[in-house]
T-cell receptor, first 112, second 116 residues
Framework: AQKITQTQPGMFVQEKEAVTLDCTYD???????LFWYKQPSSGEMIFLIY??????QNATEGRYSLNFQKARKSANLVISASQLGDSAMYFC?????????FGTGTSLTVIP | DTGVSQDPRHKITKRGQNVTFRCDPI?????LYWYRQTLGQGPEFLTY????????KSRLLSDRFSAERPKGSFSTLEIQRTEQGDSAMYLC??????????????FGNGTRLTVT
């Protein structure tokens, strides 16, 4: 069964603007990690950011931040000051320690 | 740290043939995962190992697929009697020793399989 849901197949953003990519998850495990990966057209999966289920503060890594709303089971990725090189597929993933599943992805296109 | 290495990068085979892929994880990583990814989709979990033990297999994995990780080092994924529907990118990933839920996966560049 699909445990990670990404409802936006494709998104467009103007260069230098911010964009939010949505992710919801479903687990009964109290301990889990949420991850975002970027997959450019070259195909490699690049780890971007991590949020733990017990973390009180939202994770940030440079221009990436994770808007974690535990009660709503959402872990949205925010990319600030978009750059042309941000154009790629973005995957949300969940690790419960035993399983690591990914969503279907969001294709982001940054418009000059 | 040389990263996760997968071989071959590309494989073209005829329907009905057997194929085997190899993955060399990052040396200190004890968990190794196999995923399949088709165009426009997310990585689909196939199986994972902790050291040499195969701990979980997806129910989507037919009995034509088998994976091994002898001695807890490299892993092989074999597909017997390939079908056109097996055409996909096969991704290997590993995570650190004693990994728990906070360990990210480190991916290889994948093996692209085309079944004609």
């Amino acid at each position: 069964a699909q445990k990670i849901t990404q409802t936006q197949p494709g998104m467009f953003v103007q260069e230098k603007e911010a964009v939010t990519l949505d992710c919801t998850y479903d687990t009964s495990d109290p301990s889990y990690g949420l991850f975002w990966y970027k997959q450019p057209s070259s195909g490699e999966m690049i780890f971007l950011i991590y949020q733990g289920s017990y973390d009180q503060q939202n994770a940030t890594e440079g221009r990436y931040s994770l808007n974690f709303q535990k009660a709503r089971k959402s872990a949205n990725l925010v990319i600030s000051a978009s750059q042309l090189g941000d154009s790629a597929m973005y995957f949300c993933g969940q690790n419960t320690g035993n399983q690591f599943y990914f969503g279907t992805g969001t294709s982001l296109t940054v418009i000059p | 740290d040389t990263g996760v290495s997968q071989d071959p990068r590309h494989k073209i085979t005829k329907r009905g043939q057997n194929v085997t892929f190899r993955c060399d994880p990052i040396s200190e990583h004890n968990r190794l995962y196999w995923y399949r990814q088709t165009l426009g989709q997310g990585p689909e979990f196939l199986t994972y190992f902790q050291n040499e033990a195969q701990l979980e297999k997806s129910r989507l994995l037919s009995d034509r697929f088998s994976a091994e990780r002898p001695k807890g080092s490299f892993s092989t994924l074999e597909i017997q009697r390939t079908e056109q529907g097996d055409s996909a990118m096969y991704l290997c990933a590993s995570s650190v020793r004693g990994s728990s839920y906070n360990s990210p996966l480190h991916f290889g560049n994948g093996t692209r399989l085309t079944v004609t």
